[in-house]
């Protein structure tokens, strides 16, 4: 109990002005998780390339990691990892945290990344107690926070998807990740959680088309909110990623890939609005 006055205290003295139960306060930012039910489908070109857009918007984006074991975007963004989000949980359980920006890696003017452990024997030792509070005092120095997760429904994640304004679930054109999708679609239904949109991601494999739309839309007894086409499919993906760029901030790219770029702008637009 202690600890958690604490912290509280430690959450008001840094935004003073500002009252703890002022839903402006609470809610300053957006709290948006990409998830998939498998692995593979492009999860993380896809939260960079939203990323990228956000920043075009002017937006101060937090890139919050949450695959704890196998959370490669720090790396995908040529960001080394210093400290984590296992450091931010350890030192509010020590109470020597201060400031989340004493843990988060710059990107760029408007992209920080708050990294997995670099050991992940530390991912076990995150302190799911504290994520709530984490996940606040986000929302109060961005704008968006976009949270990658990886594709178990370990407590974290069932944590993350319980607190976040927004999920957005990734899927691809394969029967395992369509049947996936099913179960949890009707999982969220069964919860009463409608905060969720399905995002059809076909540059990751663009070959594999063995369903149509109307096929997949009725296997899973719901609505397509997004196509990205294969046409993004980017035979020259490893030099963005070896450079540690992001796609969607490239101009020649935008030209090139004008269509799902307005696709982008449409989820994002969609996602912070709350659509």
Do not use: W
């Not at 993380?44 to 196998?70: E, R």
């Not at 020597?96 to 024997?121: E, G, M, W």
């Not at 063995?210 to 993004?232: A, H, M, P, W």
């Amino acid at each position: 109990m202690e600890l958690k006055i604490y912290l509280c205290y430690n959450l008001i003295e840094n935004n003073k002005g500002a009252s703890i139960m002022n839903p402006t306060f609470r809610n300053k930012a957006k709290c948006i998780s990409l998830f998939s039910l498998k692995g593979g489908v492009g999860k993380t070109t896809l939260i960079t390339n939203l990323a990228g857009i956000y920043t075009q918007l002017d937006k101060k984006v937090l890139l919050l990691v949450m695959d704890l074991t196998s959370g490669s975007l720090s790396y995908v963004l040529n960001l080394e990892p210093t400290k984590s989000i296992y450091s931010v949980t350890y030192d509010m359980e020590n109470r020597r945290f201060q400031s989340l920006k004493d843990y988060v890696l710059t990107y760029n003017d408007h992209i920080d990344v708050l990294a997995a452990p670099k050991d992940p024997r530390q991912a076990n030792k995150v302190n799911s107690n504290y994520l709530e509070i984490i996940f606040e005092k986000a929302k109060l120095d961005y704008d968006i926070v976009l949270i990658d997760t990886n594709h178990v429904l370990n407590e974290l994640n069932l944590l993350t998807l319980d607190y976040v304004d927004q999920v957005l679930f990734v899927m691809n054109n394969d029967a395992i990740d369509i049947k996936n999708m099913k179960s949890m679609i009707n999982i969220f239904k069964d919860l009463e959680m409608f905060n969720y949109k399905i995002l059809l991601n076909n540059s990751r494999d663009p070959y594999k088309n063995y369903f149509s739309l109307y096929d997949i839309k009725n296997i899973i007894q719901s609505n397509i909110d997004y196509i990205i086409s294969n046409e993004f499919y980017m035979k020259n993906l490893e030099y963005f990623i070896m450079e540690g760029k992001i796609v969607s901030l490239d101009p020649k790219m935008a030209k090139v890939f004008s269509k799902d770029f307005s696709t982008f702008m449409v989820i994002a637009s969609d996602l912070l609005e709350g659509v």
